[in-house]
């Protein structure tokens, strides 16, 4: 008697769980595909020319050239920027700022080189004494470590959908010598970049 009771419901069962499992399936590959990845980042040129002058207390005499990548790794999702803004940091004091481009898109696997020079009115004037000596030290023993942000808002669009907007920041350690060039080490390194 048993066995005749479970057939049917063994038979409802399949017919309820069977649409649940192929939404699920239909729902899992279509977020697969349309799961957007991070613009990725890499710094291969970083120079601060007369680094070895030692500018007394600031950076308003200084300037700063890069060349940086970024990358959309995504094979279907075009990224748009909002605009792109960069900063240059010596370890938490911010030495110059710039906006580096405003509201673009980047197409799918396209990589856009950005390539800059901060100086004059986009470097800070002055720093304080400790930062400066800070600076001195690292400058005389052949390593100073900047760090290069990006931040901008970007949004992910494939075809006609647009998905949501994320705050992105992506930094970029980079390390020059005494002479104010890049490091070996430290060319064509990854950024670290994250979304919010």
């Not at 192929?22 to 957007?36: K, N, S």
């Not at 970083?46 to 790794?73: D, E, K, M, W, Y």
Request: charged share 20%; glycine share 6%.
């Amino acid at each position: 008697m048993r066995m005749k009771e479970t057939a049917p419901a063994r038979l409802m069962c399949a017919i309820f769980l069977t649409p649940i499992i192929a939404l699920g399936l239909i729902f899992l590959i279509l977020w697969l595909g349309l799961r957007p990845h991070a613009p990725k980042f890499h710094i291969h040129e970083f120079s601060v020319p007369g680094l070895s002058l030692g500018q007394p207390n600031g950076f308003q005499n200084a300037s700063v050239a890069f060349n940086v990548t970024a990358r959309n790794p995504n094979r279907r999702v075009r990224i748009l920027y909002e605009s792109l803004d960069g900063s240059v940091y010596y370890r938490d004091y911010q030495v110059g700022s710039v906006l580096l481009l405003n509201s673009f898109k980047q197409d799918p696997k396209n990589t856009t080189t950005l390539q800059y020079e901060v100086s004059g009115a986009m470097m800070m004037s002055t720093v304080s004494n400790q930062s400066w000596a800070e600076f001195t030290n690292d400058r005389e023993r052949g390593t100073v470590i900047f760090r290069l942000q990006f931040k901008s808002v970007i949004q992910y669009k494939k075809s006609m959908w647009d998905l949501r907007h994320h705050r992105m920041h992506a930094n970029c350690d980079v390390g020059v010598g005494s002479d104010g060039l890049i490091l070996p080490n430290f060319r064509g390194k990854k950024c670290h970049t994250s979304l919010s």
